[in-house]
Structure formats: structure tokens, C-alpha cells
């Protein structure tokens, strides 16, 4: 049964390989009035349905991790209950929220990065790439603590096809910084922006934006030119030159000046839903990442699902593919030292509800 698990985990981890597209993660960080911080993200997969679930996990949860080599991993037990979101498998966990107010979610990072090379004889230290968000939430409630464990641990893929990941951690105080594991060594950035998608590096990414240093909101003024003058055809003039494809270079341009220049919401739930606002920007639809007749998955969009975390009042947003209505889960609700191990789809229905209107 054990060997079974471990190949059911290294054909997930395949699904998530080249030659398939690569995810194309958008993250966001919205601040409120209120003293709360959001943060949101999309995650895409072109390829096929992820199978998206949600999980409940409590105190004393008790994990292994998996390996390539066919033996289990580290052993790691939840101190603290957190609710995430899992593709694939459950123990995948891509996006939680812990009862502490951490927040903990993986990009993927195609082409860069390079984990230690796998040895069994550290086995007992050894976390896949997949698994590291269940630890982290699971064991720490600060940036510090996340640091520390990230110390004592060895990162690893379970399938040398899959791609690499980076990860955005965020502390109950609005830290955020980004790991990316560069010559097999963790590296931190913090990350004052708040914005994340994929490959290049983060630290390439934001010196990417000193090329659209001449962008701005609102309107470009009307000027002269020889013997003519030159005026905007609309609003937004100011912001002509904005990347609009869907490589991850421009939607973290996009999703920079999209977050910097939206206004400041009063409350973490107004700025919650102008996450989801801002996001619909980013969503991908399913024929982009393809060439014409060779789409190889039958689901609505690219963007599987969106979700908004706000650790202040520690509840989990989400919509999907197939259903956009927001739903939350309130983990103030929750007592994660009575509550049950759970594991349930996203979407009780995979179709669109639409809801008609009976004029009389």
C-alpha cells in the first residue's frame, strides 16, 4: 500500500511536468483601512482538471512525506489546524491559512531554481516540494519560525519531469517574503510589493518594472507633435505600454500596478472581493496555451480556481472554474483540536449555477 501511494504521488507529481504548460500562478496583496492584509492568487493549469480539493487539518495531524526512492520521508505532526487548498493529491497542498494567521501558498517556477539532490539516508529530514506548504502550516506561526524550519529540512522533488516551485509566506503581522531554492540553498526575499508569479526569479521580476517606469494612472496629457495634436482615445491613457499576454513576466507587471493603484478598501472583506475584482484580469482561457485543434482537456479555463486569505480574521476564499461564486470557510469556526481530518472537492457541482430572473 505504501509503495501504491508512492507511485500514485510520483504519476501526480508527472501531471504537473513538462511537456504540459506550466502553471501560471498570479499572486496579490491588498491592504485595508482596517489594519487587515489579503492576499490572493489564481492557479492555472491548462493541461488537465487538478481535481482541486479543500482540506480541514487538526492538531496532531500526523504526515510522511513522500520520496523518490520508494521509502517514506520525514514524519511531521500538525501543531497547529489550517485549511488548505490541494491539486491533485490532498497531501498537496498549494495554497492554506493556519489557525495562527500564516499564510502559505506555491508557484510554480519552471526552468529556475535546483533542490538538493535526493539521498535516502537523510530520509528522516527530506520534504517534497509538494508537501512543504502542509509543513510549514502546520509548524510555524511567523516568517522567523518558517526560516528556522526551513534550517533543519531538505526540500526535494519526487519527480525529476516535474518542475521546480518557489513559495509566498505571509505572518499575522503582513510579512511576506518569497522562497526560492537557488543552487539548492534556500533564499529568502522579502517581499514589500506582494506581488508573485512565476519564472524568471523573483529578484529579476521586480527590476523587470523599471521598464515601465513611464507608466501611470489615469490619463497621458494631449500634446503637440509637428503640426498636429496628439490626445488619448479613452481613459487610461496613462498605462499604454501595459503587457497584456499571459507570460509571467507581464501578468506580474499587470498585477503590480493593478494592486498599486487600486484604492484602499475600509474592511478586509471589501478588499477581499477587489481581490477577486483585480484577479478576474489574470484569468486564462483554456485555448491561449495551445495551438489551434490540440487543446487536451475538457474543463472551462486555464484558471482552475482563485482564492483571498485574510489571516487578520482568518478566513479562506475561493471560487473555481466551475462555479464563481465566492465561498469562505471561517476558521475561527473551527475547533482544530476536536475536528476531524476532512477532504472534500471544491465543487459539489462542476457547472456554472445561473440564475434566472422571472419578470411578471
Not at 509543513?135 to 521546480?164: F, Q
Not at 518557489?166 to 522562497?179: I, N, P
Not at 521586480?206 to 503637440?224: C, D, F, K, M, S
Request: aromatic fraction near 10%; charged fraction near 20%; proline fraction near 6%.
Amino acid at each position: 500500500m505504501k509503495r501504491m501511494n508512492l507511485m500514485l504521488a510520483v504519476a501526480a507529481a508527472g501531471v504537473l511536468a513538462a511537456p504540459q504548460p506550466a502553471g501560471a500562478c498570479t499572486g496579490i496583496t491588498l491592504r485595508s483601512a482596517d489594519g487587515a492584509h489579503v492576499v490572493a492568487r489564481t492557479i492555472e493549469w491548462g493541461g488537465s482538471d487538478l481535481n482541486s480539493r479543500y482540506v480541514v487539518v487538526p492538531r496532531g495531524y500526523a504526515q510522511r512525506s513522500f520520496t523518490p526512492g520508494g521509502q517514506e520521508g520525514m514524519r511531521f505532526t500538525a501543531r497547529y489546524g489550517y485549511v488548505g487548498f490541494a491539486v491533485e493529491r490532498e497531501e498537496f497542498v498549494a495554497e492554506g491559512l493556519n489557525e495562527e494567521g500564516l499564510s502559505a501558498g506555491l508557484f510554480y517556477f519552471p526552468g529556475y531554481g535546483a533542490y538538493e539532490p535526493y539521498d535516502a539516508a537523510r530520509n528522516a529530514e527530506n520534504i517534497a516540494d509538494l508537501q512543504l506548504v502542509p509543513l510549514v502550516l502546520g509548524s510555524c506561526r511567523t516568517i522567523d519560525e518558517v526560516k528556522e524550519l526551513l534550517a533543519k529540512v531538505c526540500v526535494i522533488g519526487i519527480d525529476p519531469r516535474a518542475s521546480t516551485v518557489h513559495w509566498r509566506f505571509t505572518d499575522l503581522s503582513g510579512r511576506q517574503v518569497v522562497l526560492e531554492i537557488i543552487d539548492r540553498k534556500p533564499v529568502f526575499y522579502e517581499n514589500e510589493l506582494g506581488v508573485l508569479t512565476n519564472s524568471p526569479g523573483f529578484e529579476w521580476q521586480l527590476t523587470n518594472l523599471n521598464n515601465y517606469v513611464n507608466l501611470h494612472a489615469g490619463g497621458a496629457e494631449a500634446h503637440p507633435m509637428g503640426g498636429i495634436s496628439l490626445a488619448a482615445f479613452g481613459a487610461g491613457s496613462g498605462m499604454l505600454g501595459l503587457p497584456g499576454d499571459v507570460t509571467p513576466p507581464s501578468r506580474f507587471v499587470r498585477a503590480a500596478f493593478f494592486q498599486t493603484t487600486a484604492p484602499q478598501q475600509a474592511t478586509a472583506l471589501e478588499a477581499v472581493l477587489q481581490g477577486f475584482q483585480i484577479l478576474t484580469n489574470f484569468d486564462i482561457p483554456i485555448g491561449v496555451e495551445f495551438p489551434a485543434g490540440q487543446i487536451p482537456a475538457d474543463i472551462p479555463s486555464a484558471t482552475q480556481w482563485t482564492s483571498a486569505t485574510d489571516p487578520v480574521n482568518r478566513v479562506i476564499y475561493y471560487r473555481t472554474m466551475y462555479n464563481s461564486a465566492i465561498r469562505s470557510i471561517d476558521l475561527q469556526q473551527i475547533d482544530f483540536s476536536k475536528v476531524a481530518y476532512r477532504s472534500e472537492p471544491l465543487d459539489d457541482v462542476r457547472q456554472q449555477p445561473v440564475c434566472p430572473i422571472r419578470v411578471q
